[in-house]
């Protein structure tokens, strides 16, 4: 059992976008008398990646009310409506397919009938993508200006929810100023031990000007992981025989078109990908890819040749995919990169560090503050799943057409995880449905994707069957099958 009602000190270890959310979050939790304290080391800096958000990071805000006009402002953020996917299927230029944030209050998504959407179905059926039944998609391919692109959002017909891209370093700046204008504590000094009490808990943080007393323990330093893993050597879930790549040069490039993108683009490359997130001023870019078939020489020549320049890199980064089993354990919760940590393809990182943050806040206080061990392992248990639907979504897009090179080549004969190929059956047989993935958000979690996400990558990688389509419209009454067949004819440019 864990008793928080007297808790007096709160430390979190680090300064980065997970160290400061979940200072704000804890913030709010706790009555004035509890310190909040983030200890973060100036010499070690932040990851310094980490700037494309999903839709919670939104709602994340807005939960702690942080205007996102003003996060915009701060961090240099842009509006972001979904990813576009290049060269994942032929690796031409021109082989494009696009996952965009869709507003399900709006046709087609908005449709529910017998656990299935039967208006994207009938798309399916008549071989239409997904982004085409999204009323923002031709702004996206204009590449409107942000001002417009906001305009538009305010006007409510785009069908799209916005995200945004933002400075990973403005951004903890930002979140900092935020918390200590709420009464956060700031230390900056490194952490060199935690002094553990008989029943394993956390007691003290020693660091280099001294000992901190702790009631509960962040450990959010990022891939130091200096609790988790550096003093408890916690067990780690490796992920590392379903999605290979280990390694990711970061580095800058400028904008090349008129007005910054409106989506993260992700560039299928010889051994991996590229990333590139528009930002207002720059792009944030870097390759991420797998070690084994490509060398950092070849990786910087690969770069170089994709832009036609020559970039700077930034510190390659080397990480294995996957997650300690139990991040939460009596006194101490890991927190983003320290607690997990799989390649951004999908942009989850954030994404999961708010899921596990605002779930931790539920179940800590909706247990009145003194939780059961009960509690604790059924919280383990769901970000196990959250983690588990994140692996498999990202195995979903390698199981692509590629196989020009030795890495593409080995990807198409590796084994799929046992719950992705569950999923990948009844996508064959029928349109996706909600209920082929709520098992990836158990014991109250929300998930970090819908059934829709998972649509707008398996139908342009082949993997929804168009005739299973045909197959479960055939039993809709006469008149579904006419508003079905009506809502697609008014569809433009098609
Ligand atoms: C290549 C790459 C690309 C990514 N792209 C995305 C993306 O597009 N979208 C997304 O959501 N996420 C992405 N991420 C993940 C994202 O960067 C992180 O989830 C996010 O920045 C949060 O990081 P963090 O706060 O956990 O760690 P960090 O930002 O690294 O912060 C760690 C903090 O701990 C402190 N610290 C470390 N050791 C000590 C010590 N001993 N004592 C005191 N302080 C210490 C550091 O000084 C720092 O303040 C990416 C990550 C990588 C590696």
Redesign the pocket.
């Known amino acids: 059992m864990l008793d928080l009602r007297e808790a007096k000190n709160i430390v979190i270890?680090?300064?980065?976008?997970?160290?400061w959310f979940a200072a704000l979050v804890l913030r709010r939790m706790f009555p004035p008398q509890t310190a909040i304290k983030v200890?973060?080391?100036?010499?070690?800096?932040?990851?310094?990646?980490?700037?494309?958000?999903?839709i919670n990071i939104v709602n994340a805000l807005n939960s702690l009310n942080i205007p996102t006009s003003e996060f915009m402002q701060e961090t240099g953020a842009s509006l972001k409506w979904g990813f576009c996917y290049e060269g994942w299927r032929t690796g031409e230029k021109n082989d494009e397919y696009y996952h965009l944030f869709i507003d399900p209050r709006q046709a087609p998504f908005n449709d529910q009938y017998a656990g299935f959407l039967p208006k994207i179905s009938g798309l399916f059926v008549r071989g239409i993508p997904l982004h085409q039944a999204v009323n923002g998609f031709p702004a996206i391919k204009q590449r409107v200006s942000q001002q417009e692109a906001a305009e538009m959002l305010v006007n409510g017909n785009t069908g799209i929810t916005t995200s945004f891209h933002f400075d990973?370093y403005r951004t903890?700046k930002f979140l900092q100023k935020k918390a200590i204008e709420r009464g956060v504590l700031h230390r900056q000094?490194?952490?060199?031990d935690i002094l553990m009490d008989a029943h394993q808990n956390a007691a003290k943080i020693m660091?280099d000007e001294g000992a901190y007393r702790a009631d509960f323990l962040i450990d959010?330093?990022?891939?130091?992981r200096?609790v988790i893993d550096k003093k408890l050597k916690r067990q780690w879930t490796s992920f590392k025989d379903y999605l290979w790549l280990d390694r990711?040069i970061?580095f800058y490039v400028p904008h090349q078109g008129k007005n910054p993108e409106l989506f993260?683009r992700a560039t299928a490359m010889k051994a991996g990908w590229i990333?590139q997130?528009p930002l207002v001023e720059r792009i944030g870019a870097?390759y991420?890819y797998c070690s084994k078939y490509l060398s950092e020489e070849a990786a910087l020549k690969e770069i170089s040749d994709y832009f036609q320049m020559e970039i700077e890199p930034q510190k390659t980064?080397n990480?294995e995919p996957g997650h300690y089993a139990e991040v939460w354990k009596g006194n101490i919760m890991a927190?983003?990169?320290?607690s997990g940590?799989v390649e951004?393809l999908e942009?989850?990182?954030?994404?999961q560090?708010l899921e596990q943050l605002f779930a931790f806040e539920r179940v800590v206080t909706h247990s009145g503050w003194v939780v059961s061990d009960l509690s604790i392992d059924q919280f383990n248990e769901a970000n196990k799943w959250c983690w588990n639907g994140i692996r498999d979504f990202l195995r979903m897009h390698y199981d692509c057409p590629r196989r020009d090179t030795p890495f593409w080549q080995e990807v198409s004969t590796t084994p799929y995880p046992d719950t992705y190929r569950a999923v990948k059956e009844v996508f064959a047989q029928r349109s996706p449905r909600m209920e082929d993935i709520k098992g990836y958000a158990t014991g109250g979690w929300g998930g970090i994707f819908h059934a829709v996400n998972w649509m707008f990558v398996a139908q342009p990688l082949g993997l929804i069957s168009e005739k299973g389509c045909r197959q479960e419209l055939k039993y809709l009454p006469a008149e579904k099958i006419q508003e079905i067949t009506q809502y697609i004819d008014a569809l433009p440019n098609v």
Request: without cysteine.
């Open positions: 270890i680090g300064g980065g976008t997970a160290g200890i973060e080391s100036p010499d070690i800096g932040i990851v310094g990646v980490g700037e494309g958000g999903l990973s903890a000094t490194e952490v060199i660091t959010a330093s990022g891939l130091s200096v990711a970061p993260t990333w997130i870097g991420v980064l990480f927190l983003g990169l320290s940590f951004p942009a989850t990182s954030i994404g560090m």
